[in-house]
């Protein structure tokens, strides 16, 4: 299946720093993708819709000012998380493709 | 709007008996339904889907599912359940082509040897 890369697999950052993601689709190119945000033992939640060459679309309640998105190029999606709480300490994943997504491998970020 | 029930928390099974997980759906139109599985802190691996075609579909690691239209489900099964099996499964819809899935709360299944 197609593969979808994303780091790094584990940050930890101070409050008030802000943390790049990145997600990259290996071997196909990738007009769109997803942002996905899970905390323990629970479901995913979407968070946004990353566009190639467009601003990203957000979901109901996710700050689009803190969870910054750029999707620059046909493989490449980054998520930024600017000013870090430690309540933005979560399981981030990015997914890609369709009909079935094929997601990343997520990243634990830790907030100290 | 398009929304996805998982019942069960939890389903136990022991080693090589059959083994089902539960999921109901909600969407507008025909549905686009997904399996994924997960291991503890990794990304989700993807197990089957339903577009169109056959009610039962087959997937990887001996994984099925059956559409049920009149019922709204798609609940996954294996015929013998290996201990290997022990993970946390998610079911997905998605109402058309190019949007975001959208997740069942997941279910953790234990399979014990």
């Known amino acids: 299946g197609a593969v979808v890369s994303q780091h790094p697999s584990r940050v930890i950052c101070k409050s008030g720093t802000s943390v790049k993601i990145e997600c990259r689709s290996l071997?196909?190119?990738?007009?769109?993708m997803f942002w996905y945000r899970q905390f323990p033992k629970q479901s995913l939640m979407l968070m946004a819709t990353s566009n190639e060459g467009s601003k990203a679309t957000y979901e109901q309640g996710v700050e689009k000012d803190k969870f910054l998105i750029n999707h620059a190029s046909l493989t490449l999606s980054t998520l930024t998380v600017t000013s870090a709480h430690p309540e933005d300490s979560s399981f981030y994943i990015c997914?890609?493709?369709?009909?079935?997504?094929?997601f990343g491998q997520g990243t634990r970020l830790t907030v100290v | 709007a398009q929304s996805v029930a998982q019942p069960e928390d939890q389903v136990n099974v022991a080693e090589g008996n059959p083994l089902t997980v539960k999921c109901t759906y909600s969407v507008s139109g025909n549905p686009y339904l997904f399996w994924y599985v997960q291991y503890p802190n990794r990304g989700l691996q993807f197990l089957l889907k339903y577009i169109t075609g056959d009610n039962l579909v087959k997937g990887s690691y001996g994984f099925e599912a059956e559409f049920n239209k009149s019922q709204t489900s798609f609940h996954l099964k294996k015929p013998s359940a290996l201990v290997s099996d022990s993970a946390l499964y998610f079911c997905?819809?998605?109402?058309?082509?190019?949007?975001?899935?959208?997740f069942g709360k997941g279910t953790t299944l234990s399979v014990s040897s």
């Open positions: 997905a819809v998605r109402a058309q082509a190019g949007t975001a899935l959208i």
């Open positions: 997914s890609a493709r369709t009909p079935e997504a094929f």
């Open positions: 071997d196909f190119q990738a007009t769109t």
